[in-house]
Structure formats: C-alpha cells, structure tokens
T-cell receptor, first 114, second 108 residues
C-alpha cells in the first residue's frame, strides 16, 4: 500500500496522559500536514512540515501539542496532559508540492479522552 | 481570516435528480479551491480542483469570483454519490481551509 498510513487507528486514554501518533506519508512527498476534525466539522489545520522543517503552526496547537518530522519522512504528533477537549480525529496528509497540489489523506487516528 | 462556508449540513435528493452543493469562500485574491469527498468508511480524497477545470464522476464546479462561490454540481445524482463533501480553499502556504461539510444522501 503506497498511501498515507497512520498509527494507531484508535486511541483511548485517560485525562492527563500523554499520547503519540505516527504518520507515514507517501514516500516522495516533501509536504506533510496535520489536521484535527471534531464531530460535525471539517478538518482544521494544525501544522505542516516541508521535509524536516516545521513551517507553520495553528493557534489551535497549544503548548501541550508537539510535532516532529526528524528525517523528513514519518512524523509524530504528541499531546501531553490530554484533556477531554482533545478528543477528535487526527488526520495526516501529504503532498508533493505546495499551492494547488493534491493532498493525500491518511485514515486518521481517533482519540478518545475519558 | 480565510473562511469557507457550506450552508447545508444535509442535502437529500432522489436518484436522477440534479445536485448542487453550495460553497462560498472569503478571499480577495486568486483562490485555490477544491472539493474533497469522503465515502462511508473511506478516507478523505480529492474529487476535483478548480485549476484543472475537470469533470470527475460527472461532477463539475465553477469558480464565480463575483459571488465568491465554488458550487459543486451534477445533473443526475446516483446512489453511489452518497457521501460527505467538503469544500476547501488552499492558502499560500499550501494548507487547506475546509468548510463544515455537506452530507449528500441520494435516495433510490
């Protein structure tokens, strides 16, 4: 399968715990994006990388959130001290270029914070 | 701030009827606009983008700068068109700004 993959697909955690999600983009794609989607809403941008550089972060990304893409390949998104409001679907997407290029989405990681 | 509005949460039509999913954007420059679709139990995927002016699965969308709209249309809906549709605007940095989505339900 050459598409974008995400792991885990589902995560249930207790409030206050830390969680980490992984995204593996399509191999030749240099752009990687993270979005968050809550029930009844469209995906909202969180952050993106060009190769290993994190170039933009949304105001939605509080200091409890951190993302990395250490070698310009896979990326991780960590949430520290999770809150119930963090419950959402976390989507990863990758693209070959920037403006106007198709973004290919992964299946998402559904996070439930109890 | 850039914003994309999809005024209808749900659009229900009968098979063979015309479909129009509405999308309005807020951007004064030259926007990059997309329609993404999510079928049941599948991932979000690109349906079409305005720059390529293509027709995919019978769907078309025309950019109207005067009305800042990018409505998605299909003359004859099929049951397999039932899905969630998202209009999205691309920013200068490449990130996508999505609308809230419209569920299209095509009844037999």
């Amino acid at each position: 399968d050459t598409g974008v993959s995400q792991d885990p697909r589902h995560k249930i955690t207790k409030r206050g715990q830390n969680v980490t999600f992984r995204c593996d983009p399509i191999s030749e794609h240099n752009r990687l994006y993270w979005y968050r989607q809550t029930l009844g809403q469209g995906p909202e941008f969180l952050t993106y990388f060009q190769n290993e550089a994190q170039l933009e972060k949304s105001r939605l990304l509080s200091d409890r959130f951190s993302a990395e893409r250490p070698k310009g390949s896979f990326s991780t998104l960590e949430i520290q001290r999770t809150e119930q409001g963090d419950s959402a679907m976390y989507l990863c997407a990758s693209s070959f270029g920037t403006r106007g290029y198709e973004q290919f989405f992964g299946p998402g990681t559904r996070l439930t914070v109890l | 701030a850039q914003r994309v509005t999809q005024p209808e949460k749900l659009l229900s039509v009968f098979k063979g009827a015309p479909v129009e999913l509405k999308c309005n954007y807020s951007y004064s420059g030259s926007p990059e606009l997309f329609w993404y679709v999510q079928y049941s139990r599948q991932r979000l995927q690109l349906l079409l983008r305005h720059i390529s002016r293509e027709s995919i699965k019978g769907f078309t969308a025309d950019l109207n700068k005067g009305e800042t709209s990018f409505h998605l249309k299909k003359p004859f809906a099929q049951e397999e068109d039932s899905a969630m549709y998202y209009c999205a605007q691309g920013s200068n940095t490449g990130k996508l700004i999505f609308g809230q989505g419209t569920t299209l339900q095509v009844k037999p």
